[in-house]
């Protein structure tokens, strides 16, 4: 059974760091995109970043870039997420999710959760002092 477990969430105070970390059980991430995505209270879920298989290949939002860095190591079975000079906007619960490719005409969004067929259930961030 395909599974995506999150780890690495915490209470941190504005200006630190955290490394999430997404575990792969049930298959191998070789042939898989994989993306982060965050959901705040009252919000809906946006995405932050994602890595195509190879990990050569990187798409981040606006509001993280320069901040967030995303890795993957397919022998680990492991796709990270390096969260540097957080910001009490970032407070959320981050998820990691899996696809196998992405779909549409035109213009792809790969931050999209639309594109991802395999959720983790989620770690929470909290950025606060």
């Known amino acids: 059974q395909l599974q995506l477990v999150e780890s690495g969430g915490g209470l941190v105070q504005p200006g630190g760091s955290l490394r999430l970390s997404c575990a792969a059980s049930?298959?191998?991430?070789?042939?898989?995109?994989i993306g982060w995505f965050r959901q705040a209270p009252g919000k809906e879920r946006e995405g932050v970043s994602c890595?195509?298989?190879?990990?050569?290949?990187?798409h981040y939002a606006d509001s993280v870039r320069g901040r967030f860095t995303i890795s993957r190591d397919n022998t680990e079975k492991k796709v990270y997420l390096e969260m540097i000079d957080l910001k009490p906007e970032d407070t959320a619960v981050y998820y990691c999710?899996?696809?196998?490719?992405?779909?549409?005409?035109?213009?792809?969004?790969?931050?999209?959760?639309?594109?991802?067929?395999?959720w983790g259930q989620g770690t929470p961030v909290t950025v606060s002092s």
């Open positions: 049930g298959f191998t991430l070789d042939g898989y995109s």
């Open positions: 890595i195509n298989s190879s990990g050569r290949a990187a």
């Open positions: 999710a899996a696809t196998m490719g992405y779909s549409g005409n035109g213009y792809i969004d790969v931050l999209s959760p639309e594109q991802y067929a395999y």
